[in-house]
């Protein structure tokens, strides 16, 4: 697919990994439906889209809420006229032990972070992937779509939530491409490692020092690298149904 004058839309848009998606597609002319909970952030974006030479609309939409999720993909059809494109990537982290005893003291997971993630992480990506699939089917649109992963979708400890809503997002990526093949539609998932924005910046310096040591590549990754995974996916006729690994060579 060619991404001159193609619509795309990101979920999470408004900053780290979303917004170098949204920057990096701009830069190769498509237009950009900027999806995001923060009206701020999701301006600078556009400015940034703006800046790439190409143009944008913002979406304000918590991508856990059905009804937000099903008037945001309307309105993204009926202001563009098409959709070709959606990056399933906001993403949020709760992380903690399933079960963890100190002092002889037992503590637990709540119910509510595990719900909160698996709310967004998972819930968000099959509401927006359901919502697109209709919208590019409705305007005849040559559709491809990108579930945001992670390396962690193979079990890592502290996150019982977010890993379980990552094998998610990997495996729907799977069922929609066979699924979805005859409207023209191809999904595919990306699995990246340890990425330096907002969200890792958020990691305690000593894990991400421990981190940083254990990648082959010898760093973190940059917003960039995943971002250029997505266009080779978008541009790509032929990838579907598959997991991409952007992470430096790191195994969890
Ligand atoms: N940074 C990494 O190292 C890394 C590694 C693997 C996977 N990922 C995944 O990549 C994606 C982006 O990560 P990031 O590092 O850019 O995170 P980030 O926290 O920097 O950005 C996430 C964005 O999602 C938005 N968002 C959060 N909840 C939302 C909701 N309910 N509805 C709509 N938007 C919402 C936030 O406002 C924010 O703009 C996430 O799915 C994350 O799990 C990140």
Redo the contacts with the bound molecule.
């Keep these: 697919m060619n991404l001159q004058d193609k619509v795309i839309a990101i979920?999470?848009?408004?900053?780290?990994?979303?917004?170098?998606m949204a920057v990096f597609l701009a830069s190769r002319g498509a237009r950009i439906a900027v999806?995001?909970?923060?009206d701020e952030?999701m301006a600078e974006t556009l400015g940034q889209i703006e800046a790439a030479g190409s143009s944008g609309k913002s979406y304000r939409?918590?991508?856990?809420?059905e009804s937000e999720v099903e008037t945001t993909f309307k309105a993204i059809a009926d202001d563009f006229g098409a959709l070709n494109g959606l990056v399933?990537?906001?993403?949020?982290?709760r992380d903690g032990l399933m079960v963890k005893v100190k002092d002889g003291e037992v503590s637990k997971m709540s119910l509510s972070h595990w719900q909160s993630v698996i709310?967004?992480?998972l819930t968000?990506v099959f509401l927006c992937g359901r919502e697109a699939a209709i919208q590019m089917i409705n305007t005849q649109s040559e559709g491809c779509i990108v579930n945001?992963?992670?390396?962690?979708r193979t079990g890592n400890m502290g996150q019982s939530n977010?890993s379980a809503a990552?094998a998610g997002v990997a495996s729907l990526a799977v069922v929609w491409a066979k699924e979805l093949a005859r409207y023209k539609i191809r999904a595919n998932a990306i699995?990246?490692?340890?990425?330096?924005?907002?969200?890792?910046a958020?990691m305690k310096p000593e894990a991400l020092d421990h981190i940083s040591k254990m990648i082959p590549a010898g760093r973190?990754?940059q917003?960039d690298e995943?971002a250029h995974a997505v266009a080779f996916l978008m541009e790509n006729d032929y990838m579907s149904g598959r997991v991409v690994e952007v992470d430096g060579g790191l195994r969890l």
């Design positions: 979920t999470g848009a408004g900053q780290g990994l979303g917004r170098a999806i995001d909970i923060n952030h939409c918590n991508v856990a809420s399933n990537n906001a993403g949020i982290l709310d967004v992480n968000g945001i992963s992670s390396i962690s977010y990552k699995a990246p490692g340890f990425i330096a924005t907002e969200m890792t958020g973190m990754g917003p995943i």
